[in-house]
């Protein structure tokens, strides 16, 4: 401790000493010290640290609910450096030491008592900073999917479709591929029509582009794309490709349905078929003991 830290409790001290003594004014002291030193500190720490943190937040867009728990986090932070300043100031310094050990300790045994609420922690910090997704996204993640409805440091709360809402750990999201197809502003959506063998397939083709030009859902540019994709068993494959504009589930779902029933009215309008699945089997059958049948029929 510098003799100009140490002059704050000594100057205490002498203020106090006329009006309450050595004795009390040296126990007094120290505590007047500390409690000023740490009201100081907290609150100017957090007035810089607020306006630091609030010109980053505003840098890289983050939204409210992502600001609020690492201003939080930075709130806890301050506090523990204005305890730690102010034990300090007060000549508190071998509890300090004594503390911090203690301190140390206990975060070590909490730390590998918590390893999964520490990694769902990290997890959470990660997608507050990368922002893979945002609360009202939609998202798809190991076989499953839904709309963001919250994002705190432990966990991830996402409404499937079903209307089930799914608790779900950070560590999950942040270690597994996440699918955002609403991430950016326009949304690619493939579409396969099988045809039969014998329909023309310029005509089919023809006939899907119509149907994307004539949605209004879709955008003109990109503009739609039909692509023979593969020779089925028992179909041609005809893939389109359109894009929509500012993506959600429901846009996806709506017009991609009214565009599967279009294409498949024009279809049977012009007699493109939609083939079943077929197979051919061959062969010879023939039935055991069939001969002694007939001579018992005669």
Known sequence: MTPVLLQAVTFVRNLLAGLLGDTIAGAVAPVIVFVVAFAVIFVVG????????????????????ARRPLQKVASVAVAFAAVAVAFGLAEYGNFLTSLATIAAAATLAVGFALQDVMKNFVGGVFIFTDRPFRIGDWIEWDGNSGVVEDISFRVTRVRTFDNELLTVPNSQLTAG???????????????SFGIGYDDDVERATDIILEEAAAHDGFLEEPAPTVRLTELGDSSVVLQSRVWIDDPSRADFVKSRGEYVTSVKRRFDEEGINFPYPNRTLGGALSVEGLDRIAESAD
Not at 50 to 59: N, P, T
Not at 182 to 189: G, H, N
Request: glycine share 6%; aromatic share 2%; net charge positive.
């Open 46 to 65: 957090r007035a810089l640290v607020g306006s630091v943190l609030s010109r980053v937040f505003d840098s890289r867009g983050l939204d409210a609910h």
């Open 177 to 191: 591929v996440v699918k955002n197809p609403v991430a950016k502003d326009r949304l690619r959506v493939k579409v």
